[in-house]
């Protein structure tokens, strides 16, 4: 099925409905907003289709945020998975526990360690640059191929950017809700937790 919704969603029934009836090997569910993933998911675990018996696979940041918590049950969470282009991954434990610590948070997102990232790869070139001029800098950054840096911890790869300054392979990351916590389940080698995946559909 191919179904295209005008946010915000009031009712998700006709369109779970059709998934019901469809039974898709995995669902792409792209909502632009909590609420509307709220709706989708209380109306896929009415259906008996949520918690991953459809395997569910959304896009973006906020479908990982501590705030969903606020508004939907772990339960409804349950093997949810979204992509992002950064999240809390393996190798990163040292600044996800400072993070947590000094902000009172319950894990770090893809906002919070992109921007730590995003500072080293700015202070690297600035130091290479050696003056605080937007052309240099910017002249830096795209000759950039960093392998081995402080900002290598943020970002699975290497860092070099293209000549639109597009991150040259960077691996798409997955995440996945389990009990409660958004997972990173792939790139697997900074992976935190497997994929958990229906065994019957």
């Known amino acids: 099925m191919d179904e295209t919704y005008t946010p915000p969603l009031n ?3 006709s369109l779970m409905q059709k998934v019901r009836s469809t039974r898709p090997d995995f669902l792409l569910f792209i909502s632009t907003n909590v609420s509307d993933l709220k709706l989708g998911l209380e109306k896929m675990a009415e259906f008996r289709l949520g918690q991953g018996v459809v395997p569910t696979i959304g896009n973006g940041a906020a479908n990982g945020s501590p705030e969903v918590l606020k ?9 949810y998975i979204f992509s992002v282009a950064d999240w809390a991954m393996k190798g990163q ?3 996800i526990e400072a993070f947590k610590k000094k902000f009172n948070e319950p894990w770090m997102t893809q906002d919070s360690i992109t921007g730590y990232g995003d500072m080293w790869i700015l202070k690297e070139a600035v130091e290479r640059a050696g003056v605080a001029d937007k052309v240099k800098v910017n002249e830096q950054i795209h000759a950039m191929d960093l392998k081995d840096s402080p900002a290598n911890i943020a970002f699975p790869g290497p860092i070099k950017f ?6 040259i392979d960077a691996p798409l990351v997955m995440v996945q809700w389990q009990k409660g916590i958004p997972q990173t389940i792939f790139p697997l080698d900074r992976a935190t937790a497997e994929a958990k995946w229906p065994k019957s559909a």
């Open 162 to 167: 293209d000549a639109a300054g597009h991150r």
């Open 93 to 95: 434990e040292a600044i």
């Open 11 to 13: 009712d998700a029934t």
């Open 71 to 79: 508004v939907m049950s772990a339960d409804l969470l349950e093997g």
